[in-house]
């Protein structure tokens, strides 16, 4: 039988299998892989939760916004609100409608509310964005971290070679599918990050947006 023949039927043979793969690997290679499995995990946890408070914010806001230019007062409207709302336009409204009862006079009522709004808008951003650069991060870093695995990968086939002084596919494929496999896991968690974090990024711009209008609003108003 030729080497080539004789190569084929031991890659025929050889197991690929992501199991196999992983257990093959070395040290290094395994830990690029866990820490990528990991990344990829919470990536998507966090995905799935900032779909659910992007749809519940967006959808209690308009509620809110509803009721509020339906209402006869703000005032009225401040008194049916619930201070412990999880819902960030209720909070905004609160803390300006408390400042502007708290607040003595008509001097400087429009330049302080704002003030205290604009600070209320902050928090509530900060709510909202938490974690978000958790997925600019795994966007960035997890190819490199792959394309790292894969060149620890590769270096390791090449000491194969030296090592056994055969240099047939046998040899060297399973070797190098563990450094690709690497790579692809680096892939898998970075692209639905980066796509992730670009449309949670454009929510949160048009949410913060629609908080700033309603405190030109209420400045208007009072």
């Given amino acids: 039988m030729d080497p080539v023949t004789t190569a084929a039927t031991s890659l025929g043979t050889t197991d690929f299998s992501i199991l196999t793969l992983f257990m093959r690997a070395d ?53 049916r609100t619930d201070k412990d709302s999880d819902d960030p336009m209720t909070n905004v409204f609160r803390a300006g409608m408390e400042c502007v009862q708290d607040h003595k006079g008509k001097n400087q009522l429009v330049e302080r509310t704002k003030r205290v ?3 209320a808008i902050d928090k509530e951003v900060e709510k909202y964005e938490k974690n978000l650069t958790f997925l ?22 090449f000491q194969s070679i030296a090592i056994s002084r055969n240099t047939s596919l046998a040899i060297v494929a399973p070797g190098i599918a563990e450094a690709l496999f690497a790579t ?26 629609k908080l700033e209008n309603f405190t030109q609003s209420f400045l208007t108003i009072i």
Avoid: C, H
């Fill in 117 to 119: 709004m604009d600070v």
């Fill in 136 to 157: 600019a991060t795994v966007g960035s870093v997890a190819p490199f971290i792959g394309l790292f695995g894969t060149v620890w990968g590769i270096m390791n086939s």
């Fill in 27 to 79: 040290f290094v290679v395994k830990s690029v892989i866990i820490m990528l499995i990991a990344a990829s995990i919470f990536s998507w946890a966090l995905i799935f939760d900032k779909i659910k408070i992007f749809r519940k914010i967006f959808r209690s806001t308009e509620i809110f916004e509803d009721q509020f230019w339906s209402s006869k007062s703000a005032l009225d409207f401040y008194k």
């Fill in 184 to 209: 692809a896991l680096g892939l898998l968690a970075a692209i639905p990050a980066v796509v992730a974090y670009n449309k949670f990024t454009s929510s949160s711009r048009k949410y913060t947006q």
